[in-house]
């Protein structure tokens, strides 16, 4: 389906869902490296989200969905993973406000802006073990696409591989933010929480568009 706020509603359905889903497995990543809420923060914060949606006017745009996604977040998810989201889809929201459909380039304003707000709200690097490991990949995979004139659907999906492949990279990783980073060493050979569930966002986003 084209991207418009009809996708952005079924991207965030589609979310809820997923994440309701994964949320025993986010919970055993996030009890093995954190604290072991991921999985009911998430699905704390989706499931408000969905709730709202239908709230929202039938002519309501990308960016309407998104700055609702991102102020339920912020006031439903308590954890480092509710503001860091929370800005993602402000940010988003703002990059793409006032476009009824987005293009490519948009997509991409979309992801990066994602990306930057997460990045701004919670200084981690590239490597550092957080979901910057699998947005940052994500938002490359999309440029590239976008350069080579992909359409929004092979964009997206780009976008996910490319965060499956982030996250899967966080294994290895010693964390330098966040509740991982206490655990020194210990961190090694688990997957970061955030970014299992940025892959399965990322995921939706694509799978809601490829209809
Ligand atoms: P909490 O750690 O407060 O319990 P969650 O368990 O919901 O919050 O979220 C943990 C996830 O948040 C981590 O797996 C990591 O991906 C992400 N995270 C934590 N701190 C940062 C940070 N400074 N920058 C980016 N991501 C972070
Ligand atoms: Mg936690
Ligand atoms: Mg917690």
Not at 114 to 143: H, Y
């Amino acid at each position: 389906m084209p991207l418009t706020g009809a996708w952005a509603t079924a991207w965030m359905t589609l979310s809820a869902q997923v994440v309701s889903a994964r949320r025993a497995e986010l919970n055993t990543l996030d009890r093995d490296i954190g604290d072991g809420d991921h999985g009911e923060n998430m699905d704390r914060g989706f499931e408000a989200v969905a709730g709202k949606l239908d709230t929202l006017p039938a002519e309501a745009s990308p960016a309407d969905v998104l700055k609702l996604v991102a102020t339920t977040l912020i006031s439903t998810v308590g954890g480092a993973s509710g503001p860091l989201y929370g800005t993602a889809f402000l940010k988003a929201a703002i990059a793409v406000g006032g476009l009824d459909r987005l293009d490519p380039q948009a997509l991409v304003a979309l992801l990066t802006a994602a990306r930057d707000g997460i990045v701004l709200r919670g200084k981690a690097e590239l490597g550092d073990k957080t979901m910057v490991d699998a947005w940052t990949p994500a938002v490359i995979a999309a440029a590239a696409v976008q350069k080579d004139g992909g359409d929004v659907v092979a964009l997206l999906r780009a976008a996910a591989e490319a965060a499956d492949r982030g996250a899967v990279a966080t294994e290895p990783l010693v964390a330098r933010k966040g509740r991982a980073s206490y655990l020194g060493e210990r961190a090694r050979g688990h997957r970061d929480p955030g970014a299992e569930s940025t892959r399965l966002l990322l995921r939706a986003a694509a799978d809601a568009a490829d209809v």
